[in-house]
């Protein structure tokens, strides 16, 4: 099951469609004109200090960097990654879902994660998992795409007693980010689009995602 999948199965327990936190696929129209957050509580480097970049005790995340350099939007997709697994294996997602603006548009924020700013979990994931950057595709100087390769093997409900190693671990999923102005004046990159799995990579990468997430559980 994939990143999206699994937290979509949480979120469709509670309403919504598609897991950790409303992944979109492909065939969906094209989004309107991003926004960004007005008038934030946080700064935005406050906001990022507060993601667990690595994972937690529960679900940490192993990062590959080997794809790519750590660019601006490369980080930001990492840091938006990193925050869905954040929600997957917490139990209270309030405080989490609060900080949601420091990482995606007012467009997918309002439609994905508003909705859930008062949901508990008693049954949330667990890890570890794997990341890779696969590739960046620009689309202007103001978008672009982020792929990721995400080993899932071990990534399961914590209820799951009888929980083996899946046989297809690897999901390639994409993260469209957009730089855009936000409440304090600067321009931030942020995730306005999460396609997972992402069909239109799926040929250029699905065979090297395979081959790399097959890693042992520490």
């Keep these: 099951m994939s990143t999206s999948k699994a937290l979509a199965t949480t979120l469709v327990t509670a309403t919504v469609a598609l897991t950790l936190v409303g992944c979109t696929s492909d065939d969906q129209p094209t989004p309107p004109a991003v926004t960004s957050p007005a008038a934030p509580a946080l700064t935005f480097e406050e906001a990022y200090q507060q993601v667990p970049m690595d994972g937690t005790a529960r679900l940490p995340i192993t990062w590959d960097l080997a794809g790519a350099p750590d660019s601006d939007e ?3 997709a990492r840091r938006s990654l990193a925050y869905e697994y954040w929600i997957g294996q917490s139990t209270n997602w309030a405080p ?5 603006r420091y990482f995606y548009t007012d467009r997918y924020y309002e439609q994905f994660l508003a909705p859930f700013t008062t949901t508990t979990s ?3 994931r667990t890890g570890p998992v794997w990341s890779k950057v696969m590739g960046v595709e620009q689309s ?3 978008q672009a795409t982020v792929t ?4 899932l093997g071990y990534w399961h409900d914590t209820k799951d007693t009888d929980f083996t190693v899946r046989e297809k671990r690897g999901t390639v999923q994409s993260y469209v980010m957009e730089n855009v102005e ?3 004046g600067e321009r931030h990159w942020l995730a306005d ?3 997972d799995p992402d069909s239109d990579r799926q ?3 699905s065979t090297a995602c395979t081959k790399w997430a097959k890693h042992d559980k520490p």
């Design 74 to 76: 490369v980080l930001a």
């Design 182 to 184: 936000s409440g304090d």
């Design 140 to 142: 202007g100087t103001d």
């Design 96 to 100: 989490v879902i609060a900080i949601g």
């Design 193 to 195: 689009r999460v396609l």
């Design 122 to 124: 008693n049954n949330p």
């Design 203 to 205: 040929a250029k990468y």
């Design 148 to 151: 990721f390769c995400t080993d």
